[in-house]
Structures are given as C-alpha cells and as structure tokens.
C-alpha cells in the first residue's frame, strides 16, 4: 500500500496499457480517476474492487474544456491529485509518409503532444501548492528504432520524451518529477483484434527481443508502480524502455 493517500489521475484508462497500470497503482493504494472516452464508469467501479476510491471521466484529452472539467471533477470527487499518468493516444494503419494529410497529422498531434500537455497544465498548480507530485508519459519504443511508416505517431511520441524532459527542468524544484515508460508492440485488447498487425510482428520482429514472447499491458505496470511512489524521489526527466530488449539505449 505504498500510494495508500495518493490520489492518480489516469487518460486512456478503461482498458489496455492504462487499465493495467490503473489496477496495479489501485492495488498500491491509490485512489483512481479514470479518464477516457469509453467505458469509464465500468472501469471505475471495476477498480474499487481494490478498496479504494474511485471516479470515471468521459473526456477528450485533446479538447481543453474537458481537460479542465476532468480535473476539477477528480480533484473535487477524491481529495487532490498526486499522480498523473498520461496514457491516452491514438495510432495509425502504417503507411508512407506521403500519405499522411495534413488534417491526420494534426489530429495525432492534439492527441498524442497536446494532451498530455493540456493534462499537465491543468495538474501542475495542485502539485506545485503541495510541494509534491508523479508525472508519467506513456511514450514508445519506436522514438528509438527509428519505425518507417508511422510518422505522425513517431513524431508525436519523440515529442512526450522531448516535453519529459523539459517540463521535469521545469517542475523539479516544485517537488513534481515527470518521467516516461516507453512500451514496444503492446498486446493490448484493441491491438490484439489488428490480426495483421500481430500476425508481422511475431513473423518479422519477435525474435529480435531479447526476451521472445508477447509484452503485455501488465508489463508496464510495474514500472509505473515505481515512478509513482517514493521509489523514484531522486529520478526525473527520464526515459524507460520497457519492450523485452527490442530497443536498448
């Protein structure tokens, strides 16, 4: 029960990547606003199950109003906000970048950079008054391998590492750490139906981890676990990739 008082606000977590790391900082003790466009309300409950309090937030990370509600709402509803866990995000059918419009482009980007800086706008005065505060970005491993034929999305995640990085210089005298988890492929309920997709990454890229099997979204939980709690007091600005040695930096 190491975040037993904590309070963590979650984007995108009513399922995959964000609902693994949702159960496992509620198990931590952390209560849990759940932020998402679906469902939100199924896995807020599903979460109290933990014995902690609980919130669902329908919101579109990419508009500023509901960005702003959203955290009004989870702060009013559980006390403060000591966490925040930007999660959500949008991917794309690969294909070459000259395909790519201009109206996809921005569309990745209001999602993908723009909200989680929105989130962390919105966040920071409650961290700041209270000297203390856990900012995780959910990246990808792709920033490092350098993936063809997924540009807009690429980009848009060497962006979050980028904005890591300077928004940790920014918050790290406030007590506010901010740092990132870069996933590889991810098995996660929505990629697992992509059968293609699945399908060419055990065929073509699976034998190049170092550890050869599937990564789930329970892979990433851990880490999160750490980045959120005490752990990791000394620890901002930094990257973590966690893919099973598919890219190591």
Same mark, same amino acid.
């Given at each position: ?5 904590k /309070?963590?606000?979650i984007?995108?977590? =009513?399922n995959g990547i964000?609902?693994?790391i949702?159960?496992r ?8 606003a759940?932020?998402?466009l679906?469902d939100?309300e ?5 979460l ?5 309090? /609980?919130i669902g937030?329908?919101?579109?990370? =990419? ?14 509803a559980?006390?403060g906000v000591?966490i ?14 000259e395909?790519?419009g201009v109206?996809?482009w921005?569309?990745?980007?209001d ?5 989680p800086?929105m989130?962390c706008r919105?966040?920071s005065?409650?961290?700041?008054a209270?000297?203390?505060g856990?900012?995780i970005?959910?990246?990808?491993? /792709?920033?490092?391998?350098g ?7 690429v980009?848009?995640?060497g ?6 990085r ?5 918050l790290?005298? !406030?007590g506010?750490?901010?740092?990132a988890?870069?996933?590889?492929f /991810?098995l996660? *309920?929505?990629?697992a139906?992509?059968k !293609?997709r699945?399908?060419?990454?055990r065929?073509?890229?699976?034998? =190049?981890?170092?550890?050869?099997r !599937? *990564?789930m979204p329970?892979?990433l ?7 959120a =709690?005490e752990?990791?007091a ?5 990257t973590?990739v966690?893919d099973?040695?598919?890219a190591m930096?």
């Amino acid at each position: 029960m190491k975040l037993k008082g904590k /309070t963590a606000i979650i984007t995108g977590a =009513s399922n995959g990547i964000g609902n693994a790391i949702a159960r496992r900082l509620a198990a931590d003790g952390a209560n849990i606003a759940v932020v998402d466009l679906i469902d939100v309300e199924a896995a807020a409950a599903d979460l109290a199950k933990a014995g902690v309090k /609980t919130i669902g937030l329908q919101a579109d990370v =990419s508009s500023e109003a509901e960005v702003a509600a959203a955290v009004e709402q989870a702060v009013a509803a559980l006390g403060g906000v000591h966490i925040l866990v930007n999660n959500a995000a949008m991917t794309a059918p690969p294909r070459p970048f000259e395909e790519i419009g201009v109206a996809d482009w921005r569309r990745m980007m209001d999602v993908n950079t723009l909200g989680p800086y929105m989130m962390c706008r919105a966040v920071s005065p409650h961290m700041r008054a209270q000297k203390y505060g856990r900012i995780i970005n959910v990246a990808s491993d /792709t920033v490092h391998l350098g993936v063809p034929y997924m540009l807009h999305y690429v980009s848009s995640k060497g962006a979050l590492i980028a904005f890591t990085r300077a928004l940790a210089r920014e918050l790290g005298k !406030d007590g506010v750490n901010v740092n990132a988890i870069a996933p590889g492929f /991810t098995l996660s *309920e929505r990629i697992a139906k992509q059968k !293609d997709r699945v399908e060419f990454f055990r065929r073509e890229q699976l034998k =190049s981890l170092a550890i050869q099997r !599937d *990564e789930m979204p329970e892979d990433l939980a851990g880490i999160a676990s750490f980045l959120a =709690s005490e752990d990791c007091a000394f620890m901002t600005g930094q990257t973590i990739v966690v893919d099973g040695g598919y890219a190591m930096v």
